[in-house]
């Protein structure tokens, strides 16, 4: 069981290597949390400890004693571990495809999409009356304060509900100066706290702790990371050494998809207010623009000498702006966008031909 345990983590470590490689290293943490193969794993080295605990176990003491039941237990706990052994296998060759890739990707994507910008929104101020003392802005208290980072590192998450509810008990105004996906230093400003009175260590302690840092950004609230994984796939396949545009294609095809509904939401409000209606946490959201530049601008920089990569987008763009209402700024975004998209196209694609397929591509 041990030696088949090796074998195992030896896979593991050769598909971590060949996706670090061809997808990027941003992808790996996407096989190591893998749960299927965890499982799997875990029951070989369960096996490999059971099965020595029971023969510990077989003529122990001086008489001649077999645990028939355990020993029983053993042996069909191993032709399970046999046949996860084969479901492992299928497992791992379906798992680093890239379009499994891709498809896990785009689910983290949605899942951010629909926690950052659900589809039904508080509203921006509750009906409830305003308490007369508490702050009405950030910055009106008597102590303003920075909340700084002690360790370099990305945000990986923000406890809204413990700031809101430490921003409640204490009467603090805070507004946040970094947002989860951002790398902070060493004493970089976290957030800028407005209260009545000085807050001690201890209570700037809690604050800080708000503030979840990681050695890498996750997707948790952080819209911008599974876009950057979506995008680094598609630029690797555009690279002279793979040369994969039709996996470039369906990035984008699965970017569309989710930008498709993000187009549609509302987009949040930095305030936040609590139940009597005073203003709390001012949060600044990713602005549209940014979100959508950074899923398509990169792809179009690598693959604009390709006229499918640059007709996809184009197309992609008008899918997404018919989302749109008419004269949003979002649409007034997107047509920006392809205007700059086709104009560089125009300069860089090399036959004329080509570059009288772009309106097809527009009018599709």
């Known amino acids: 069981m041990i030696t088949v345990t090796g074998v195992i983590l030896s896979t593991m ?23 299927p193969s965890q499982f799997v794993i875990g029951a070989f080295a369960g096996c490999f400890i059971y099965s020595i605990i029971t023969l510990k176990n ?19 706990l191993s032709l399970t571990c046999i046949g996860l052994m084969i479901y492992f296998v299928q497992h791992v060759a379906s798992a680093i495809q890239v379009q499994s ?28 009356k305003p308490t007369a003392d508490a702050p009405r802005t950030i910055g009106e208290g008597a102590e303003l304060t920075c909340i700084r980072s002690h360790r370099a590192g990305y945000v990986q998450y923000v406890q809204d509900d413990d700031l809101m509810r430490l921003a409640k008990e204490w009467d603090l105004g805070v507004e946040l100066k970094a947002r989860p996906g951002d ?35 996750t997707h948790q609230q952080d ?36 930008f498709r509904k993000l187009a549609r939401r509302t987009w949040p409000k930095p305030q936040r207010f609590d139940a ?25 920089f690598y693959g604009r000498q390709d006229i499918t990569i640059v007709t996809r987008i184009v197309a992609s763009l008008n899918i997404i702006a018919e989302e749109c209402p008419s004269g949003s700024e979002r649409r007034e975004t997107i047509v920006k966008l392809t205007r700059e998209v086709i104009q560089e196209s125009q300069e860089s694609l090399p036959f004329a031909s080509q570059r009288e397929r772009i309106p097809d591509a527009v009018s599709a």
Not at 101 to 128: C, G, Q, T, W
């Open 58 to 76: 077989i003529n122990s003491g001086g008489t001649e004693f077999v645990p028939t039941l355990s020993v029983l237990f053993a042996v069909v």
């Open 276 to 300: 009597e209606g005073a203003l709390r946490v001012i949060a600044p959201p990713r602005e549209f623009e940014t979100l959508l530049r950074q899923a398509f601008q990169q792809i179009h």
């Open 183 to 217: 790398f902070v230093y060493d004493g970089y400003e976290l957030a800028s706290v407005n209260s009545k009175r000085a807050l001690d260590d201890d209570a700037l302690g809690e604050l800080r702790g708000i503030f979840v840092m990681g050695t890498f950004p």
């Open 13 to 35: 470590v050769v598909v971590l290597t060949l996706a670090s490689q061809q997808y990027g290293p941003r992808l790996v943490k996407n096989f190591i949390e893998d749960r």
């Open 101 to 128: 890739i891709m498809r896990r990707v785009y689910h983290d994507l949605n899942h951010a999409v629909d926690e950052l910008f659900p589809e039904e929104i508080a509203p921006e101020k509750p009906s409830a």
């Open 223 to 258: 819209a911008t990371f599974p876009i950057r994984q979506m995008e680094e796939i598609a630029i690797r396949a555009l690279s002279p050494g793979i040369n994969d545009p039709h996996t470039a294609v369906e990035c984008i095809d699965y970017l569309t998809c989710s």
